[in-house]
């Protein structure tokens, strides 16, 4: 004798194989993506925290209006010589690496990024993103290359 299952259980069995179906399915399309994304992401943020060590480097070097190195520096000069030790070039002044650099939001900011600062006449001001609320800048004359807590969000987020 053949055990008969009612309908409902059955139903509900399909309806559990039906979803792990599906679950496996999109589980193998998301781990397709998935990998990708993370190996597009992966050298940036390599690279990124590169540009945070070597600006670490500068720390303690004076700020020097218009300086741009080695030993001295002014905002711009700085990252821009950062840069350029890995390989890229960026433009001079803060207001051009600005207009050079991709905006990124606060969700997005990875170490190594430029944080531009502005007032009533534009931007005036830039700073290597370090993570975790920090930033390197020169600051003025008299100061040197330092690490400090980000003392407003008032700020852009920029890529280069």
Not at 71 to 91: E, M, N
Not at 103 to 122: E, K
Request: with cysteine; hydrophobic share 45%; net charge positive.
């Amino acid at each position: 004798m053949t055990a008969v299952v009612p309908a409902r259980p059955r139903a509900a069995a399909l309806r559990l194989v039906v979803l792990a179906v599906l679950t496996a399915a999109l589980c193998g399309m998301l781990g397709t993506v998935a990998p990708e994304r993370a190996s597009a992401a992966a050298p940036a943020t390599a690279f990124g925290n590169r540009v945070v060590a070597v600006t670490a480097t500068r720390a303690g070097m004076p700020y020097v209006y218009g300086a741009a190195g080695p030993t001295r520096f002014d905002c711009s000069g700085l990252t821009q010589w950062v840069y350029a030790k890995l390989g890229k070039r960026i433009p001079r002044t803060s207001r051009d690496q600005f207009a050079a650099t991709k905006p990124v939001g606060w969700s997005t900011v990875r170490p190594g990024d430029l944080v531009f600062f502005r007032n009533s006449g534009g931007i005036y001001h830039v700073a290597v993103w370090a993570g975790g609320g920090y930033v390197w800048h020169a600051p003025r004359t008299g100061d040197v290359v330092r690490k400090v807590k980000l003392w407003t969000r008032g700020v852009y987020l920029r890529r280069v």
